[in-house]
């Protein structure tokens, strides 16, 4: 077995590991980022004694062969659920995005990398739970310091989070991405939406039409009545339910300023979606959501590592 | 082959044909019932050539062995579908709910059973189209002449259509039969839900609570924070669904009267939740969707066969 050199100046190590990706990077201790890697083994994909293994096989080239200090990681997300590698007990808001002290150790980590994984955060009234944009959370707070207004991370399940004096305050799921999926590929839908990517154009008239649940038929009633491309289809049923997502989420928002976190393809579609409503003040602040939840990790391992006064 | 007596006094048949069930009545010149059977053999299980068949099986009993006239058959709904028996052109609204001079003919009818199907209606704008549900306007119509307001019709695919002067001027479909479907047994709230039958009391609090697509997930997120029976689960979706709806609905309906017009178990769903919704002024009128399918059919048998004057 050929022996690799560790990677230089190789301090900790950060993970986003949700539950389709798990996103790595190797830190050095004054905060650069020396290298990044990804992979699909999602905590969808994994039992219990599959997130170890998996862990291991991602950051390897970063360890080197030989004898040398253990490198701690970090990991906010999915990998801290129920059904994860070890149950992270959720923080319940009203509270700061994060608390490195409440972390948890899991069982059956490689004795190199002592690993710890961040809380995700509930609320009782009405129930919800998120894990891993928490910490993008952290991030945006810790890139924009005293930064308030809701932020709305969109996505499979999109969040919406007030942000209030460094403390998340309430937050609201919408399922606007499984929506789109299921109706797309598994209901009467599918016939007309037929696998397109969605039209750009037709998004843009749907979200701003704010007709939201009320014509999600039309996407295939119009294509009984005549040619519809199944890519303006596809546009029309995102941008219905992207839109129905943002006045549902009106009254959540009260009309605070708004960031837009996530992947620039999600933002940049929320970000159209707003101004094709119209009406919506100020344009929202625009953030990648790999990087917030880096610089989150990244607050979270000061926090830790800070010598006490 | 053992000959049967034809079923006396049948003069024609009404056939309600949908995607998922085929109902028959034999019915008497003076309007009378005087024998109903219904099949699961539906639309959705049938190819062209199997619809023919599939009537003469379920109407035999009533016809007889020995040679005599034959029996007309009036059906509506699916079956006039582009992919059922034979297509039906639409009608476009404002019009009356039927017109039986525009029913189509298909091919490959037994002859002692003369087919017509009569024609769904369609709208340009928004894009949408009923087949079947316009019958059961009819049969509002005819039983209630003078009525005017708004009639939900709720199933897999809800209709709502303003009735005024004996037309039908616009009408709307919510999906909110196939979203609950697809939700509760293939998205992530399928864990909490657990194919559980609704819960009433958890459907009034959540249709009441006119939250709709902004609680979804708390149907998932309550079980992970607490212990949530499944009914429970099933009751709070089915309520956010249908409250949804029928806020999505309100600006359609705009204060008129209503009417619920389908499957008892449905439209006592749909009163419950527009009550504990409150404010919603008189109480809807409430028919049976079966029966209004049935006078409608009678109503277009006697347009057909009215002797000029």
Redesign the interface.
């Known amino acids: 077995m050929r022996m690799g050199a560790r990677l230089d100046g190789l301090d900790w190590i950060a993970a986003d590991w949700g539950t389709s990706r798990l996103r790595v990077w190797a830190m050095a201790a004054d905060g650069r980022v020396l290298a990044g890697s990804a992979s699909d083994r999602g905590m969808g994909q994994l039992d219990r004694a599959g997130f170890g293994p998996a862990l291991l096989d991602i950051v390897a080239p970063w360890l080197g062969g030989g004898a040398s200090d253990p490198v701690p990681v970090l990991v906010c997300g999915m990998a801290g659920a129920?059904t994860g590698w070890v149950e992270a007990p959720?923080r319940a808001v009203p509270c700061t995005p994060l608390d490195p002290a409440r972390a948890t150790r899991p069982d059956g980590a490689d004795p190199r990398l002592p690993v710890l994984i961040l809380p995700g955060l509930?609320?009782?009234s009405?129930?919800?739970?998120m894990r891993g944009e928490e910490t993008q959370l952290a991030g945006l707070i810790a890139a924009r310091p005293g930064w308030e207004g809701v932020v709305c991370m969109p996505g499979t399940?999109s969040k919406w989070a007030r942000v209030r004096g460094g403390r998340v305050t309430a937050f609201?799921?919408?399922?606007t991405g499984?929506?789109y999926a299921?109706?797309a590929r598994?209901?009467?839908l599918r016939l007309s939406v037929a696998g397109a990517e969605p039209d750009p154009a037709a998004f843009d008239e749907a979200a701003a039409s704010g007709?939201?649940?009320?014509?999600?038929?039309?996407v295939r009633?119009?294509g009984?009545?005549?040619d519809v491309p199944a890519a303006a289809a596809a546009g029309r049923l995102s941008g219905l339910l992207v839109g129905?997502?943002i006045a549902?989420?009106e009254s959540?928002r009260g009309g605070a300023p708004l960031a837009l976190v996530g992947a620039p393809a999600l933002t940049s579609l929320y970000a159209r979606a707003l101004a094709a409503r119209g009406g919506g003040g100020d344009p929202p602040l625009i953030l990648d959501g790999s990087d917030m939840a880096l610089a989150g990790l990244a607050a979270a391992r000061a926090a830790l590592t800070k010598v006490p006064a």
């Open positions: 129920r959720y509930s609320q009782s009405p129930p919800d739970v399940h609201r799921t919408f399922m499984e929506l299921l109706l598994q209901s009467v007709a939201g649940l009320a014509e999600l038929f039309s009633a119009a009984l009545l005549g129905a997502e549902a989420a959540f």
